[in-house]
């Protein structure tokens, strides 16, 4: 079947543009998941959906940052007022339910000039 | 909170030299320990997985990892490593029966020369 997929899969913004990330998660998995990579390091948690459940936002880096996701569909991640230090490449993941193993979209690199 | 450590940053080997890369966990409970690969250009895939149970776990392409709970490590292994095995190697772990976002190393990059 089909895996998670991502659009944009690369985006170039000027510093203080909004950007939109999108992700569809793998169809009847209930959870999703944002990270985020820098160049040269480890994934980076940033938020978390479980079915109708309130978020895990512990991960957002600041307010700049937010995620919405309808029901167990799409999500999309949004930045505000774009920095350079944004620049990363974004992964969503899902799985069929908490805890259980994640499946990797395949990342939007955001580059901010 | 938990982290994790690859102490291997950069691995260069010949093809057929066997490959240990190591990944240390700090968590005081009971965790799910993961290795995921990404091969050049590819997203991140999933090599093998520990939730419970035998803790020597086989994964894909002749990958192996053992989970030793005294020493809070999940070493990855291949008794022979061959050219397409180059990738980054990422190991994650997340805390059983709470919220899954995994914790992720900062990856070991291998490198197998023919």
Redesign the interface.
């Known amino acids: 079947g089909a895996g998670v997929s991502q659009s944009p899969s690369n985006k170039v913004t000027e510093k203080g543009k909004d950007v939109e990330l999108r992700c569809d998660p793998i169809s009847g998995h209930t959870a999703l998941y944002w990270y985020r990579q820098r160049l040269g390091q480890g994934l980076e948690f940033l938020i978390y959906f479980q079915g109708n459940s309130a978020p895990d936002k512990s991960g957002l880096p600041s307010d700049r940052f937010s995620a919405e996701r309808t029901g167990e569909s799409v999500s999309t991640l949004t930045i505000q007022r774009t920095q350079q230090e944004d620049s990363a490449v974004y992964l969503c993941a899902s799985s069929l339910d908490r805890g259980r193993e994640q499946f990797f979209g395949p990342g939007t690199r955001l580059t901010v000039l | 909170a938990q982290s994790?450590s690859q102490h291997n940053h950069h691995v260069i080997l010949s093809e057929a030299a066997s490959l240990e890369l190591g990944c240390n966990y700090s968590y005081g409970g009971t965790v799910?320990l993961?290795w995921?690969v990404q091969y050049p250009g590819?997203?991140?895939?999933?090599l093998l997985?520990y939730f419970s149970g035998d803790p020597l776990v086989k994964g894909i392409k002749g990958f192996e990892a053992e989970f030793i709970k005294s020493k809070f490590s999940f070493n990855l292994r291949k008794p022979s490593v061959q050219w397409s095995d180059t990738a980054e190697y990422?190991c994650?772990v997340?805390p059983?029966?709470t919220?899954?976002?995994?914790?992720?190393?900062?990856?070991t990059r291998l490198q197998v020369t023919l």
Do not use: E, R
């Open positions: 994790v799910n993961f995921y590819q997203h991140l895939q999933l997985k990422f994650a997340n059983t029966g919220a899954s976002k995994l914790t992720f190393g900062t990856g």
